[in-house]
């Protein structure tokens, strides 16, 4: 059985919504700034030249995850189980549900439930994790005679790739 490649990546950094709550309507309609646009291409850039293929992207309906996602594919998989207030088990059942026959998925999401979401897929652990915006966390499940071996494969932030 082929290796299989998860990148749980915060979405890049937005535009403030003064007055509004989280998963909000406002909230949701919150585009990315120009560094966020930056930081989003460059980590997308970084990504396509070290994941194998295929990869399915799969975003948060915020658009701000959406237009982080966009710098991977045009055209990501929305699913509004990765929305700003979802919580670890929504989350978790995407990568649960995710054929394992090779390939990658990258999930565009926010946090705190993107970090803790891959922290406890890598180790089983339920502590908070935090990313940075535009930062990721790149994950490896592997089937071995023991069974499956899941391991870091890296973590990465935008501040970490550019000039």
């Not at 120009?34 to 293929?53: E, H, M």
């Not at 992207?57 to 045009?74: E, G, I």
């Not at 929305?83 to 549900?97: D, F, M, N, T, Y």
Request: net charge neutral.
């Amino acid at each position: 059985m082929p290796n299989f490649h998860v990148i749980f990546w915060r979405h890049a950094e937005a535009e403030d919504a003064v007055g509004s709550a989280q998963g909000d309507e406002i909230d949701l309609r919150r585009p990315l700034t120009k560094q966020g646009r930056r930081d989003a291409a460059l980590v997308a850039a970084w990504i396509k030249s070290q994941l194998p293929k295929p990869w399915t992207v799969v975003s948060s309906p915020a658009q701000r995850a959406r237009h982080t996602a966009q710098h991977l594919n045009d055209y990501p998989v929305i699913d509004p189980r990765l929305r700003p207030e979802s919580s670890l088990e929504e989350l978790l059942s995407v990568v649960a549900e995710f054929p394992r026959d090779g390939g990658a998925l990258v999930l565009v999401g926010h946090q705190p439930t993107l970090g803790r979401a891959g922290l406890y897929w890598i180790t089983g652990c339920d502590q908070q994790f935090s990313l940075r915006k535009g930062g990721l966390l790149w994950a490896v499940e592997r089937n071995r005679e023991a069974g499956i071996q899941r391991s870091l494969r890296a973590c990465v932030s935008a501040d970490l790739l550019g000039d």
